[in-house]
């Protein structure tokens, strides 16, 4: 069975070079990377999966770049290589000096440490903790 | 067989004592978590993790708050529930808002959507993004 | 810190309830879950988390009992209590059986085996096998 | 050290042919893949891991293409990508379509995230959930 | 829908007890646990499960202490409560001490901390390192 | 942006060399692996990783080879490519045989089906299983 793998804009279809602009224009680039172009093999799933990225990644309480560097320590927890490669790139466009990225990865690494601790030792959790926010009853 | 389980302050030897000292110091509170205390059955390792901690969660490059963030992020991504009570509360102690929370769990939501769409579609990582520091040749 | 967990559809903006009714009338139900209840905090959440939910969940080349089985087992892999629940009730609604279900969870535990078995052998791809769709060049 | 890391069939004692020959039969094949090379370097695994395949696998009450479909929804959220090749390989010898592709990682994405959501939220689970099958009181 | 969630040995057939008392004789044990009640429901899944673990848990060139080692540090990195209890608890009774219980857990932290290291370093794998067995070319 | 990824010996500050030197010593390589040449562009989280490792993988009340057993088992459940590579050849450079590695291997494979099975069925916990050590109450 053969596809067309990934969508260049040179073979996409109207609907579809409009998500690509808006993609440039919202992140300032001129090329469109190959996650966007393999989305694209279904121009519903391009849209959906574009307009959430860019409610959720545009500056609100956080700004961009710590928006991006949850976004790699979600990445690398869950060893997904293009998304290191990808998140890191565009964390460092937005600011992350090579001393932010040392204390971010230590960050993650200490993280997954203690979680594997707190999980192997079966620790109950303390009454002073409060539950996040949308937990119920 | 049994075991104490949680060393309280009040039975600690002065090793262990020194180290619970600095946490509260350290993080201005006056009580010990279970984590800790479940970490003190073993002198050597509570004073290597409080020590690593103390390095690694200290505000540097990033600030103390995006160090929680990312924590949180870690932890929800490895569904650690300990950890997700225990710093979702510093978080907000050290200034998360309800609208911090709410976008930081959005990233946390979306990264991990996209890590799997990524993987499910095997997209090639492209040439134009920027492996991370100290990926090696 | 407090904050209104879970909005109750009384509570609820006219926004929000516009999306309550939408889900009820969608799946059929007379209920919020408390899913939709913690989303609800965040309005704009809310709707992107249902529009693309109802999307990507409708009936289509794959048909709605296929849909819930794939997020049982995702949700099983990734071991989250609450979508376990939600999905597994969601599946017998739509025409799980028993036997369905025991099937669905043999399969899941025996790929995440031959998952780890492929990983600590580190065994090469063949040749014969295609990538999906969209992997690039 | 050095070990015969695969086992090619010409190189095989009887009992691993035996089984090579079983899947291959079964499978309606004429070549043997790097996993089962990989398996066979103790038969004993080979044919324990084999005779649980072929039973899990085996069309009842879910249909072959749905099990391979959960098959790769587990490969994709596990990131194993030498079973997302083989799994998706196999499912579309089995039936699956563009279209059902694209609908089953829309699924595994979405599935993925609000597992997250729900427990970044620590979402308390609803009354109106029943537990699967076999959870015990 | 209703199902008989645990197959009590009271209640099961004879081709279900048989599998119970194997499991009993082989354990040294009065009691069949909750798992193995669960799996009973299907009893071609509970004899499959029965007879794999039974193979790979006979002490061998690893001894039965060690082996519930491993069995603990991946159930521990799963987060998988169940068998974290239920594995610990048989590895105490094989022997394992509190001096091992915490070199245990250490490694297991430390284990996932190094790992997500140098994911998120991307570094890449040296020469000398040999690849496991099986790999293939 | 451009750093240098890997510290070579030849470049490293005496802080570093240090370390260096100790690695190799308490190891005894003759060379240093990309991992410590990563984590030493920041020589305070190369001392730091380096003491906690040498800490814990020393030999006490499991073996050294016990402890890379484990350390292998935690890194394929991970699907860290790096970690297998590097402590599949030190358990081997410990005493590991192949048919140590065959039986570690279909340990991992089964402990990682059970822990899905376990989870997808929501088992209760039974009261015979002893919590870990460290449980609180």
Chains 1, 2, 3, 4, 5, 6 share one sequence.
Not at 59 to 69: F, N, Q, S
Not at 73 to 101: E, L, Q
């Amino acid at each position: 069975m053969t596809t067309n793998t990934l969508v260049e804009y040179a073979d996409a279809s109207a609907e579809v070079r409009a998500v690509y602009d808006d993609i440039m224009a919202t992140r300032k680039t001129d090329w469109i990377n190959n996650f966007w172009k393999a989305m694209a093999q279904d121009p519903a799933t391009l849209k959906r999966t574009w307009e959430s990225i860019k409610q959720i990644m545009a500056p609100g309480a956080l700004d961009a770049l710590t928006k991006e560097l949850i976004y790699v320590a979600v990445s690398v927890t869950n060893n997904c290589n293009y998304c290191i490669a990808s998140h890191t790139t565009s964390a460092v466009k937005k600011g992350m000096t090579p001393a932010m990225f040392k204390e971010l990865q230590a960050v993650i690494g200490m993280a997954n440490e203690t979680n594997k601790l707190v999980t192997g030792y079966q620790v109950v959790i303390d009454e002073q903790f409060k539950l996040p926010f949308g937990a119920g009853k």
